[in-house]
């Protein structure tokens, strides 16, 4: 088992900046990819970032690449999220997400076994 606790969440004007952290306890030895989602009222849940074991790897959605950067300190148990240049759109709630081992599965939220809380993100325009 593995536990998430996302943080850092708040409001912020658009063009602000915020960091996202995810603190994992429980069997943090396993090698799992680390991934970020997001969900708006009505929306789908959607793919924001992943990093994989090592932090060689690391992949973003579409939308957000140059904006998002995703970290991990593992000595740490800790998965970041930095997001620069926010917009309105980007208001969500956050989620981080583990339990993944095949990198080719990062973007499939409905693999991942563990799931954080959620921290919501409010961008203001």
């Known amino acids: 088992q593995v536990q998430l606790v996302e943080s850092g969440g708040g409001l912020v004007q658009a063009g602000g900046s915020l960091r996202l952290s995810c603190a994992a306890s429980?069997?943090?030895?396993?090698?799992?990819?680390v991934g970020w989602f997001r969900q708006s009222p009505g929306k789908e849940r959607e793919f924001v970032a992943a990093?994989?074991?090592?932090?060689?790897?690391?992949d973003y959605g579409d939308s957000l690449k140059g904006r998002f950067i995703i970290s991990r300190d593992n000595a740490k148990n800790t998965v970041y999220l930095q997001m620069n240049s926010l917009k309105p759109e980007d208001t969500a709630v956050y989620y981080c997400?583990?339990?993944?081992?095949?990198?080719?599965?990062?973007?499939?939220?409905?693999?991942?076994?563990?799931w954080g809380q959620g921290t919501q993100v409010t961008v203001s325009s």
């Open positions: 997400a583990t339990g993944v081992a095949n990198w080719g599965w990062r973007t499939i939220s409905g693999l991942y076994d563990y």
């Open positions: 990093i994989n074991w090592s932090g060689g790897s690391t």
């Open positions: 429980g069997r943090t030895s396993s090698p799992y990819v």
